[in-house]
């Protein structure tokens, strides 16, 4: 079976085209657990399938390393929406579905860009203060897509920190049921954030994640006041969030930034 390693911002992905040959959610979240092994097999933060489907040029389904399905991921929109522009799937202005909801995306070279449609913050979750092993957080809650808890803190935080902070957050069941993925954000400037996100599915810090950055994005311009587009530098590259607001606390964003095809092969038996 062929497959395509795809990146967006450093956040890499197995991407394979299932259109003709179809497996169960079972082998799928099996095949993900044993290919994104790094090291033993070709390694990723997840695995991409595209598939058949009634009401847009194809399906996304995410398989994230451990084997568990996510709604959504905006890096991993990217990637397959350039896989599937590349591969003749779908033409550079597609839909698609996703657990989340049908996306479009728009793709021009190794640039592509999703409309993520309306986004709102969950009641209650707006900056609303939080403490976790001393240090406090500005934080807010928002689904895009997926749950995301976004922290400011008034001091950087090394990445030691952030991973033993995002993963106390994250298993918080008391918090968040379903869990949530975790971004610390910080202003670094007008129009400009860096953000790092410690990734349900994944369980570490990863070096881009796509919606993350648009919940870092929108929450920063609830508490901060800042204007779009902005821009989320994570550790793997820059993504550009641009957004309308539609009211008190529901926005309208799209997530545009380089995706990068760094191998195309055959999966070796013993991948």
């Known amino acids: 079976m062929e497959f395509w390693k795809i990146n967006g911002n450093g956040n ?18 099996k ?9 033993a097999s070709i390694g990723a933060d997840g695995l991409l399938i595209v598939e058949p489907s009634a009401n847009a040029h194809f399906r996304m389904r995410l398989f994230n390393a451990d084997g568990s399905e996510a709604e959504m991921c905006g890096n991993g929109a990217r990637c ?12 550079a202005e597609m839909t698609f579905e ?27 979750w707006i900056d609303r203060p939080l403490t976790m092993d001393g240090a406090t957080f500005r934080s807010c809650f928002l689904w895009v897509g ?8 008034s001091e950087e935080l090394s990445r030691e920190d952030c991973r033993r902070i995002g993963r106390a957050f994250r298993a918080d069941a008391s918090l968040f049921p379903q869990g949530c993925n975790v971004n610390f954000a910080r ?11 410690y990734e349900r599915g994944v369980e570490d810090l990863t070096d881009s994640c796509g919606t993350g950055g648009v919940a870092a994005a929108l929450s920063a311009s609830l508490l901060f006041g800042m204007d779009g587009p902005i821009e989320v530098h994570n550790p ?14 529901r926005f309208r964003a799209a997530l545009g930034g380089n995706t990068a095809v760094v191998a195309k092969g055959e999966l070796g038996p013993d991948a």
């Open 12 to 29: 890499d992905f197995i991407t394979l085209d299932m259109l003709a040959a179809q497996k169960s959610s079972a082998e799928l979240a």
């Open 31 to 39: 095949l993900a657990r044993r290919l994104c092994r790094r090291r």
């Open 80 to 91: 397959i929406a350039r896989f599937a522009c590349e591969r003749g799937v779908a033409p």
């Open 98 to 124: 996703t657990l989340a909801g049908v996306m479009r995306a728009r793709v021009e070279g190794s640039f592509a860009e999703i409309d993520l449609g309306e986004q709102s913050f969950a009641p209650g």
């Open 146 to 153: 997926v749950p995301h808890l976004v922290l400011f803190a």
């Open 187 to 197: 202003p670094v400037g007008r129009g400009e954030l860096t953000a790092v996100t």
């Open 236 to 249: 793997g590259g820059t993504n550009r969030v641009a957004f309308e607001r539609l009211d008190e606390t």
